[in-house]
């Protein structure tokens, strides 16, 4: 079962700072956490996420259509 306390206290957090994204992530054999980081930092890594998804579903597509 999961403890949502921690997702108040990320939304407690949050509203008191201004320049970092707080969020909550999984990690094996601790459960859930807060994670704090710059907005800078958060917007390249999920840029870059995004990236790779569509790098890698461009190829998926090109293999399933061409057989390569």
């Given at each position: 079962m999961?403890?949502?306390?921690?997702?108040?206290?990320?939304?407690?957090?949050?509203k008191t700072t201004n320049s970092q994204v707080v969020k909550v992530v999984y990690k094996n054999y601790k459960g859930?956490?807060?994670?704090v980081e710059p907005i800078e930092l958060a917007?390249?890594?999920?840029s870059?996420?995004?990236?790779?998804?569509?790098?890698n579903s461009f190829l998926a597509n090109t293999r399933g259509k061409y057989g390569c």
């Open positions: 999961l403890n949502l306390d921690v997702f108040k206290q990320a939304k407690s957090l949050q859930l956490s807060l994670e917007v390249i890594k999920s870059l996420g995004l990236m790779a998804q569509q790098q």
